[in-house]
């Protein structure tokens, strides 16, 4: 918000040179971002944080000035005075001795279809108008304000929105079909071509201000070129109105339309202010235009917006604050930012309409600190009970498994969560106001992102990169209705593995990189092994429902190099190599490697649910506690007893995983098996042909004893059996 500081001055004392007014008003939550000098004015570039609609006029900066210099505000001519006959009729209609004047209500009416759009609206007439410049003195404030000058009715709108908060619009009153304003929602394909020269169609979201044929302005946000203001004006109908800020505010993102006057109304505007704008304007339209107001105003007011008292007391506003502040004082501070209060143990405080975000108790004690000064709180420590605090467990899951994968050498990346859905081979969610065409659905997948991550290293001849992201991806309802939010991770790699001091320089990333970056997470959750299975033909993976993510659209991955990695039934992962033809597209310089996890899924499984199930970010409540995500891990010592290591060699067919030679161990060997580890794999003669031979090492280990040979031969015979079950496997002795 631009202040000239003589326009402010007009309304209260400042004495102060600007870098010292500035200073002060820095201390109440008003700082400015630059002091300008515009001509012979000085311009004050204040901040004006969300919550303070009021702020955003000269009248409202005078309030806090006041406040803080204990000054009073000096109100300007006309405002809150009702519209009344000009003391002078330059122009006046001739009419006979002793006939009643006519008033406004007689020359133009005013109805709502939309009471909730808008609470009130409420018009004035000017007769006898000569458009032509504005004052020199009111084009250089408007000017020093950052507003263009047009002539002198508009000029005199834009002013008294600056002047007092209240956007104002002038329609030319013998355009207006009936002389008579509806506010209604759009009809669907309605076109408006508004004051900036586009020609807008509108549907039923937007509400707008229509004549008796059509819409003649966007509410709230522009008008129509058709009813402007124009040299050969000379009948003005004034509109000053109060508008939804939520309704203003959609509308607006819904346009892709920014003005002056939506930037007041989507924040809160002053629904007793509208009349009162409509006064001030009168007097200087008649001052700068040579017309005649019509006595009288015209005000539709469907419905009394209501008047919340808040209840403050001063005990909580001292623990909250730290400070002794006495209900005096209080009462003082109050009633100097316009609230009504009204004394005792508890204040009953009604806040001023011009002051929409003072809604609550703890409003009116961030008011008082805010003009008793903050620099007076003393440095005192807190007091009270204390409670340790506490993590969302999906959240603290997170933080885990970002910290396992940068210990796997990946770096995290952030990617769009809106995507083209022109570029997407499968459904996605749309975004039903895109801001822009390339940006217009949700993102069903992770990889196309980073993906694009490898190929902008690329372009920068960075060849090495191992990338994965944790986000959100969205899946759409086959009904039509809300779509599925799921957490999923993806990682992209290609070129040479950097990570791990004794990796040979020239060692590539492969599927088994990222398949073991898979297995580090599934353990660091605390769940069993993962089990690899061959992906389906891509060409017919559609998607997996709503229990897993879309895991990568299928053609980015390689038909015979790609693997779903599932745990007890579950489906949560895929990951491969790229295909060939995204290699070449995105000009990649290696071979890459993709994957991507259905986290949901993994946190449900972990925490003892079924892959299906979701996972709330929400906090438990004391009675129902938030279930854990993942193991808790205890540090042991070191093994004060030798371990006894065995090898076991098997000839397995080849469609025969060796993970699953691994499990059948596993569950035979019993509690004593510390680990199992896979230390060479032969295929070749004397092996025969479709076969392979699997080498396993077994450490054993009792924690309180030391094994002797006849226990671990004991072991090892009870694997030996269990091996031989398995279909086509012979163990070599």
């Known amino acids: ?91 006046a209609a001739p009419r006979r001795k002793g006939a009643a004047p006519v008033r406004a209500s007689a020359r133009a009416a005013v109805a709502i279809e939309d009471p909730v759009g808008c609470p009130r609206f409420t018009a004035t007439v000017i007769e006898g108008v000569r458009v032509g410049p504005a004052p020199e003195w009111m084009r250089r404030r408007l000017e020093a304000a950052g507003v263009r000058a047009v002539n002198n009715v508009v000029d005199v709108t834009n002013y008294v929105m600056l002047e007092t908060g209240q956007p104002m619009h002038a329609f030319d009153y013998d355009r207006i079909e009936g002389h008579r304003l509806l506010v209604r929602r759009a009809r669907p394909g309605e076109l408006l071509e508004t004051l900036d020269g586009v020609s807008r169609t509108l549907d039923d979201a937007v509400l707008v201000v229509a004549d008796a044929g059509r ?165 005192t420590l807190p007091r009270g009970v204390t409670t340790p605090g506490t993590v969302v467990p999906a959240i603290a899951a997170d933080r885990r498994v970002r910290a396992v994968l940068s210990r796997c050498g990946l770096v995290e990346a952030l990617t769009l969560t809106l995507v083209s859905s022109a570029a997407s081979e499968v459904p996605l969610v749309p975004v039903v106001n895109p801001l822009t065409q390339d940006q217009d659905a949700l993102r069903r997948s992770l990889v196309p992102g980073l993906v694009q991550v490898l190929a902008t290293n690329a372009a920068r001849r960075t060849g090495d990169v191992q990338v994965f992201e944790l986000g959100r991806v969205f899946l759409p309802d086959r009904d039509g209705g809300r779509p599925a939010e799921r957490r999923a991770i993806a990682i992209a790699a290609m070129g040479r593995w950097r990570f791990g001091w004794n990796v040979p320089a020239d060692a590539a990333v492969d599927f088994y990189h990222v398949r073991w970056v898979l297995d580090a997470l599934v353990d660091s959750l605390g769940l069993p092994a993962a089990r690899t299975e061959p992906a389906p033909d891509p060409a017919a993976a559609a998607g997996h429902g709503r229990a897993a993510p879309h895991l990568g659209p299928p053609a980015w991955w390689h038909p015979g190099r790609t693997a779903d990695l599932s745990i007890g039934g579950n489906r949560v992962a895929r990951f491969g190599e790229m295909h060939p033809d995204q290699v070449e597209r995105y000009r990649l310089p290696h071979r890459a490697y993709l994957a ?138």
């Open 1 to 91: 918000m631009r202040v000239p500081l003589d326009w402010l001055r007009e309304y209260v004392t400042v004495d102060e040179e600007a870098e010292a007014l500035a200073d002060r008003l820095a201390g109440v939550g008003l700082p400015a971002e630059a002091i300008e000098r515009v001509g012979d004015e000085v311009v004050l570039d204040l901040e004006i944080t969300a919550n303070r609609p009021d702020c955003m006029s000269v009248l409202g900066v005078a309030r806090e000035v006041a406040l803080l210099l204990g000054q009073r505000v000096r109100r300007p001519r006309g405002l809150g005075d009702p519209v009344r006959p000009p003391r002078r009729r330059a122009v």
């Open 215 to 379: 819409a003649v302005a966007v509410a709230g946000i522009i008008g129509g070129r058709a009813t402007e203001i124009g040299p050969e004006t000379t009948t003005v109908l004034l509109e000053a109105a109060y508008w939804d800020p939520a309704t203003i505010s959609r509308t607006a993102r819904r346009l892709g339309v920014r003005t002056e006057a939506g930037a007041r109304f989507e924040r809160g505007a002053d629904p007793d202010l509208p009349p009162r704008a409509q006064a001030r304007a009168a007097v200087l339209l008649e001052e700068v235009s040579g017309g005649r107001v019509l006595p009288g105003i015209v005000d539709a007011r469907p419905g009394r917006i209501a008047v919340r008292a808040i209840r403050l007391r001063p005990d909580r506003a001292v623990a909250v604050l730290g400070v002794e502040i006495t209900p005096g004082e209080m009462v003082r501070i109050l009633r100097a930012l316009g609230c009504a209060v009204t004394p005792g143990r508890i204040l009953k405080v009604i806040a001023p309409t011009f002051r929409p975000d003072l809604v609550r108790e703890e409003d009116l004690i961030e008011e008082v600190i805010r003009v008793h000064g903050y620099d007076r709180v003393p440095l």
């Open 596 to 733: 991507e996890v259905d986290l949901e899924a993994l946190y449900a499984l972990a925490s003892g649910g079924t892959a299906a199930d979701p996972v709330s970010d929400e906090i438990g409540t004391a009675s129902v506690p938030p279930r854990p995500i993942g193991p808790t891990r205890l540090m042991r010592g070191l093994p004060r007893y030798p371990d006894v290591e065995r090898d076991l060699a098997a000839v397995v067919p080849d469609d025969v995983p060796a993970a699953r030679v691994e499990e059948v161990i596993r569950e035979a060997a019993g509690p004593l098996l510390e680990a199992v580890e896979l230390f060479d794999v032969y295929a070749g003669a004397p092996i025969p042909p479709g076969r392979r031979n699997l080498a396993y090492r077994l450490r054993l280990r009792a924690p309180d004893r030391t094994l002797v040979a006849g226990e671990a031969e004991e072991i090892l015979d009870r694997v030996r059996i269990a091996v031989r079950v398995l279909a086509g496997v012979e163990l070599r002795e």
